[in-house]
């Protein structure tokens, strides 16, 4: 079972910890209570998203012996009007660069990560619809 620690600092700043005994800090824009000194919760769970999806890919893109020069992925979303203001929508971009990179393999590997392997995905697709493209550049 994981365990996660959430501790007030002041206000409606938050400090979080998990079994990986990091501390990350969280906050609260000034109209409720925060400092807008930090990261926002729902921030972060996009932020979770592409770290999760892009350790995957690039996990993958390795094994199949993909070399890249640059990776990224750029991640924009909409959320619902009314309370509990979920994501709807959100829309991905993954972005590689690189010599002679197989787009087939790069398309397996995300692919790979976004029906399989990635359980934030495949959490957040119970409320959003999640769309994805690749774009891929060519190093010189």
Not at 27 to 32: A, R
Not at 38 to 52: I, N, R
């Amino acid at each position: 079972m994981k365990k996660v620690i959430v501790q007030q600092a002041k206000d409606a700043t938050l400090l979080a910890k998990a079994d990986s005994n990091h501390w990350v800090v969280m906050d609260s824009i000034k109209k409720f209570g925060g400092a807008d000194a930090a990261t926002k919760p729902m921030e972060m769970l996009l932020m979770s998203l592409g770290g999760c999806t892009g350790m995957d890919v690039l996990s993958l893109l390795k094994k199949m012996r993909v070399d890249i020069d640059d990776f990224r992925i750029e991640i924009s979303a909409e959320r619902a009007d009314e309370h509990p203001k979920v994501y709807t929508k959100i829309d991905m971009v993954y972005f590689f660069k690189g010599k002679n990179i197989d787009s087939d393999k790069v398309d397996k590997a995300v692919s790979l990560s976004q029906d399989k392997y990635c359980s934030v995905s495949a959490m957040l697709k119970e409320t959003a619809k999640l769309t994805y493209k690749i774009e891929i550049e060519e190093s010189e």
